[in-house]
Nanobody, 123 residues
Framework: QVQLAESGGGLVQAGGSLRLSCAAS????????LGWFRQAPGKEREFVAT????????YYADSVKGRFTISRDNAKSTVYLQMNSLKPEDTAVYYC????????????????WGQGTQVTVSS
């Protein structure tokens, strides 16, 4: 089993920045690919970013490319999502997720999920 705990959400003005963190515990962190997903009220969950178990490769949704950066610190068993130039449409609950080895943009392919952290961007 893997436990994931997100933190770092909050209220920010449009154009501002936030950094989300997701701390993992329970199994060897370095064997997991990690992803960030988000869900806005009344909308389906959507992919945001993912990073491979090695950290060498990342993928982003087109809507966040160039503004968000996913990274991982294996020594701290933590994955981060640096969010810059935030827009009101980025408002959502953000979830981190883990799966064995290979990154995926599909939420259904992830085995472990955190509880989520709220990000609200005001205009």
């Amino acid at each position: 089993q893997v436990q994931l705990a997100e933190s770092g959400g909050g209220l920010v003005q449009a154009g501002g920045s936030l950094r989300l963190s997701c701390a993992a515990s329970g199994r060897t962190f370095t064997t997991f690919a990690l992803g960030w997903f988000r869900q806005a009220p009344g909308k389906e969950r959507e992919f945001v970013a993912t990073i491979t178990y090695s950290g060498r490769t990342t993928y982003y949704a087109d809507s966040v490319k160039g503004r968000f950066t996913i990274s991982r610190d294996n020594a701290k068993s933590t994955v981060y999502l640096q969010m810059n130039s935030l827009k009101p449409e980025d408002t959502a609950v953000y979830y981190c997720a883990a799966r064995n080895f290979y990154a995926s943009t599909r939420g259904t392919e992830y085995d472990y999920w955190g509880q989520g952290t709220q990000v609200t961007v005001s205009s």
